[in-house]
């Protein structure tokens, strides 16, 4: 048998892993896109109009209707910075809320008028249930420092190990739990009775699970998740071991948790079972609920062209048909969800823009300059290490 | 390359005339092709999948503008083709600049499990990303070289000598492996 002979049946046979799956996973997306588009004759005589409809098609009403009856599509090469003139600074939040900005020179609050106040020279910071207090870390240190006393620090304590990924309790806002070195650990809301969780743990900021009781989930070194009652440090459930994750995020009603890692995403209900998991490509990544729902954007960052794509998940026992919400060259670094849940705060790194998207009607808010707001420059590093990590907009009334 | 045939062309037709199960049997008919031959390429299966699905997704943003007379597979390989090679160079350039590179997935080698085909994935992933569009193109989609040169915009000349270098290096691989 000739070598082209044997190459030729030897390739028939190879399976790429995944094809099917892949499959499954793509045809929603093209549908969307193909539901989307507009005829070409239109279309050329329409192109202005087009970019309006495009961003009117974007901002999705999708994300709280039905998704059967969600009027939704693709908008890649349409909604662009070229579609969206950004406004040159932040005057105004378009929802009520008060946000807290983690950047390369430390944690900023930004309130409804546009007022920012950086809030010292903090490495981190995160809100205290009601924004009353943020919770920031630098080196050794713990500290609860209050925003509208130009950070006036209330308590501090320090550890031996490097302090970070705080967080508060949402519900009565009484515990602190946080990272010291490779070791868990919780303090009462006051700086009170600070002890260890757990010595060992993965390096993913927990996360308090709303409307439990005092319930912390976190990840093990060998990437298992686990949810334990803080007050008797009991484990009400562990996972399997799996990609050791960047970012728990849980739903508003406590009842689902997404476990974002570099190349995965795994979706659990409350007792920690999986719904649904999906691999992810190596990029920029972050989630956040929908407010008062189950479903999710997701970024998801393509290698292949260099775009971050938003779309609308469920976290069900099916991920539901990926919906996008919009996309864009680059890299997306941020989401946070309004108070109101009517917009969505998107950061686009290399364009050095936050984008507001409104999740309920057909705007897009772009707004430019994001690293110098927050006291960068050009010559602290490129876009990727000086903008804005983190941001959280606060608070959500009670579901 | 031959014309397509009478379901293809009442899918295109079905497409542009806003039938999404038309779209879906296009869809699912050149998926598996067009997935295959940016794995065999680019040799990550993320990134395949990503080559892939943005390939429909240019094909589904320009499908009013497809001739329905001509054939859907070579206007889809040509895009998926010359991104695997794109995605190809720009990891080589990043291993070069020495970034963290996650490992690649293994070749199923199907059913089967020919001996043959784990020597050819090895081998196939000796080449350069050119070569192995160039045998990928020829060997698993059945291009002949003057559609491929027209395909990848190169001289028939160049096509001939990247499968005659893929082929010979393929070839001393598939010899040690019948020893």
């Given at each position: 048998m000739s070598t082209e002979t044997e190459l030729r049946r030897a390739l028939q046979r190879i399976q790429a892993p995944d094809e099917l799956e892949g499959l499954r996973r793509a045809w929603p997306l093209v549908r969307a896109a193909f539901e989307a588009r507009e005829p070409v004759a239109w279309q050329r005589r329409n192109q202005w109009p087009l970019l309006a409809a495009a961003v009117v098609v974007a901002i999705l009403a999708a994300a709280l209707t039905s998704p059967g009856r969600a009027l939704v599509g693709s908008v890649r090469d349409a909604v662009t910075s070229e579609t969206v003139k950004p406004k040159p600074a932040l005057t105004s939040l378009p929802a009520p809320g008060v946000l807290l900005v983690n950047s390369k020179n430390g944690p900023w609050r930004v309130q409804f008028d546009g007022s920012q106040r950086r809030l010292g020279p903090w490495w981190e910071g995160s809100w205290s249930p009601q924004a009353k207090y943020v919770i920031v870390t630098r080196g050794h240190r713990l500290a609860a420092i209050d925003p509208n006393a130009?950070?006036?620090?209330?308590w501090s304590l320090a550890r031996a190990g490097t302090v970070r990924s705080a967080r508060w309790s949402r519900e009565a806002g009484d515990r602190v739990a946080y990272l010291n070195g490779r070791q868990l650990r919780v303090v009462a809301g006051d700086g009170t009775g600070d002890g260890p969780l757990r010595q060992l743990v993965g390096p993913t900021p927990p996360a308090w699970r709303p409307g439990g009781d005092r319930e912390l989930a976190f990840s093990t070194v060998d990437g298992r998740i686990e949810l334990v009652e803080t007050d008797s440090t009991k484990t009400r459930w562990r996972t399997d071991p799996g990609e050791v994750p960047t970012q728990l995020v849980w739903s508003e009603d406590g009842e689902r948790l997404l476990v974002l890692a570099e190349r995965s995403l795994r979706v659990l209900d409350a007792e920690g079972h999986r719904l649904w998991a999906t691999g992810l490509s190596v990029g920029p990544s972050g989630a956040a609920f929908v407010r008062k729902s189950h479903r999710f954007v997701l970024i998801r960052f393509s290698p292949a062209t260099g775009r971050s794509d938003l779309v609308l998940l469920q976290a069900e026992r099916e991920p539901g048909e990926a919906r996008f919400l919009y996309s864009a060259p680059g890299d997306f670094g941020t989401l946070a969800m309004s108070p109101n849940g009517h917009w969505l705060l998107v950061g686009w790194v290399n364009a050095d823009q936050w984008l507001f998207l409104r999740l309920t009607a057909s705007k897009v808010v772009a707004i430019s300059g994001i690293v110098e707001q927050f006291g960068g420059s050009e010559r602290q590093g490129p876009l990727s290490k000086t903008f804005p990590s983190s941001v959280s907009w606060c608070c959500p009334a009670s579901p | 390359m031959v014309g397509p045939g009478r379901q293809e062309r009442a899918w295109i037709r079905g497409a542009q005339g806003g039938s999404a199960s038309d779209l879906e049997a296009l869809f699912r008919e050149h998926w598996p092709r067009a997935h295959r031959a940016a794995f065999l390429v680019v040799q990550d299966a993320a990134a395949a999948e990503d080559i892939a699905q943005e390939a429909f997704l240019g094909a589904v943003r320009n499908l009013d503008r497809f001739?329905?007379?001509?054939?859907?597979g070579p206007w889809l390989h040509r895009i998926v083709v010359n991104r695997a090679i794109d995605w190809a160079r720009a990891r080589s350039l990043r291993r070069e600049t020495g970034e963290v590179e996650t490992g690649g997935d293994e070749f199923d080698t199907g059913e089967l499990g020919n001996p043959f085909s784990e020597g050819i994935a090895a081998g196939l992933a000796s080449l350069k990303p050119e070569q192995r569009a160039v045998i990928v193109l020829r060997y698993l989609l059945e291009y002949s070289p003057g559609e491929i040169a027209e395909l990848l915009d190169l001289p028939r000349g160049t096509v001939n000598s990247r499968l005659r270098r893929g082929l010979d290096r393929l070839e001393d691989i598939l010899d040690r492996e019948r020893r």
């Open positions: 130009k950070g006036a620090i209330r | 001739d329905r007379r001509r054939p859907f």
